[in-house]
């Protein structure tokens, strides 16, 4: 345990939750990590959802989901985990909106044919309820997905970050492809509202995909 305000806080329930969140990590990530080195990625984790999630029992499950996530780009950047496959990032201020719309066709279009993550500036509590229901419309269900931060080890993973709004707040390495995507933002806004920006979104992620070279569904 990392000694964290948040930690010491924890319920029995949320206890026993994160030492099973730590062994299934441990039993993925043993050969590339210390043990040190994944409970601190999910110690850390936790933390960065300890003030914003509604739901507290909840906060495990995502500590190691993101933990996960954080563990796997990192053995991309220390070259013990190649792939051979895209990895792109799409970031937006609050990782509610945009940048999950965009995850949610990545996946729906190219499934395991490349990888993507998203993340905001400012991360917010939840989906955007207008989001959820504008693809939903499209049958793509984005409840799963919740808003995160993005970290060093994950920008630097990416082969390519897209950027949407986040301005001077988004993460600059040299060498790295960026592309900023101009779009309105859709939080406070009606389905009806966000519908053109879905659309948008759509044909700029199959936009990058053609240029990627990634095959991925014309439907």
């Known amino acids: 345990m990392s000694g964290t305000e948040h930690t010491a806080e924890l319920t029995v329930d949320q206890t026993v939750a994160l030492k099973t969140a730590a062994e299934s990590l441990h039993r993925e990530f043993a050969d590339m990590f210390s043990t040190e080195t994944i409970e601190g990625f999910l110690h850390s984790s936790y933390d960065q959802f300890a003030d914003l999630a509604s739901i507290p029992n909840f906060l495990p499950l995502l500590a190691e989901r993101f933990a996960r996530q954080r563990l796997r780009a990192l053995s991309k950047v220390e070259g013990q985990a190649l792939t051979g496959v895209p990895t792109v990032l799409f970031l937006c201020t609050h990782n509610a909106g945009r940048s999950q719309m965009a995850l949610g066709f990545f996946h729906q279009l190219v499934g395991d044919s490349a990888v993507a993550w ?18 939903a419309e499209c049958g793509i269900d984005i409840t799963g997905e919740f808003p995160k ?31 900023e995507w101009t779009l309105e933002d859709p939080a406070g806004q009606g389905v009806d509202a966000v519908r053109p920006i879905r659309d948008e979104i759509e044909r700029r992620v199959r936009h990058l995909l053609t240029q990627l070279g990634v095959h991925h569904s014309q439907v």
Do not use: L
């Open 118 to 135: 998203s993340g905001g500036s400012e991360p917010g509590h939840e989906i955007n309820p207008s989001a959820v229901a504008a693809m």
């Open 149 to 179: 931060p993005w970290t060093d080890e994950i920008v630097q993973a990416a082969d390519v970050v897209i950027t949407m709004g986040c301005g001077d707040a988004c993460p600059i390495f040299p060498g790295k492809r960026y592309e």
